[in-house]
């Protein structure tokens, strides 16, 4: 798998911008940078994982990484990039773990213009310092989203090989006893492993690696009805699920929004209407 390759990262500067272009199904190692990290994608949808973690990341959200985090990154979609580093130094009021926040339009234009000037333009102190300046307090103040896949710490490779077949395919087609079965362990087994590893049962750790999926399908255009077969689901049985788990009906979902605009805005009359449509 390739390499990260940050900018240079020297004591006399306070932050840098990165701009860089991915294709989909690229990895990128396991690693860790000196400086704090702002990990976003303008366009296209990042799996990352973080310690015992899975993050997926659309546009509408950018994980917070404390320098020294040890990350690896899955483009799910052809991912444009655009990250900020910050120096320790002026993150003293940020949070000192990994984190995942929501993206507003003031946020995201400001990610997107201080990578896009650092670019194109001689560097202009005086400007780069307000800018980043201002995105840091965007980011204190963002909203943070609960959507995180627990993962196995791989000391049990049966444990370890379910949970990765899931998120390859996590369609409810395939049931626990299958998985079970292919792996080569009993389900009261695979069962316990599950509780006292991840702390939630299968039916439940599969549902959070589906939502995940399904906001990435949406984020890169997707159709409702299209992302709920693919997950085994009728389209109105889906709908339901993800607007119980995330607040919001999927077809309140905007690429240019946020889940907790699509929540305050959706009525389920209007999910409903919309979903009709749609599938």
């Excluded at 190692?29 to 990341?57: I, N």
């Excluded at 989203?145 to 899931?166: E, N, T, W």
Aim: glycine share 6%; with cysteine; net charge negative.
């Amino acid at each position: 798998m390739p390499k990260a390759r940050p900018p240079e990262l020297h004591d006399d500067a306070d932050a840098r911008s990165l701009a860089r272009r991915y294709p989909r199904g690229l990895r990128i190692d396991p690693h860790s940078h000196t400086w704090a990290q702002v990990l976003y994608a303008v366009s296209g949808v990042m799996w990352v994982e973080v310690g015992r973690e899975a993050l997926v990341v659309p546009p509408q959200r950018a994980v917070w990484l404390p320098a020294g985090t040890v990350h690896s990154i899955h483009m799910m979609s052809e991912v444009e990039m655009r990250n900020i580093y910050l120096h320790e130094r002026n993150v003293g009021h940020l949070s000192r773990r990994s984190d995942v926040f929501e993206i507003n339009g003031l946020l995201r234009e400001l990610i997107t213009s201080i990578a896009e000037y650092e670019r194109t333009h001689v560097r202009d102190e005086t400007y780069l310092e307000a800018a980043y300046r201002l995105a840091m307090l965007e980011l204190e103040h963002a909203p943070r989203s609960s959507l995180r896949i627990a993962l196995p710490d791989a000391s049990d490779r049966r444990l370890d090989a379910l949970c990765r077949a899931v998120i390859d395919n996590p369609s409810i087609a395939i049931s626990f006893e299958q998985h079970a079965a292919s792996v080569g362990a009993s389900v009261r087994t695979l069962a316990r492993l599950f509780t006292r590893e991840l702390g939630v049962g299968f039916a439940e750790w599969r549902r959070q690696v589906q939502l995940a999926v399904a906001v990435s399908g949406l984020a890169e255009g997707r159709s409702v009805s299209s992302i709920a077969r693919s997950l085994g689901f009728q389209p109105s049985s889906f709908s339901d699920m993800f607007r119980r788990e995330l607040g919001a009906p999927p077809t309140g979902f905007d690429p240019s929004g946020t889940l907790s605009e699509a929540a305050s805005e959706a009525s389920p009359e209007q999910a409903q209407d919309k979903l009709s449509t749609d599938g």
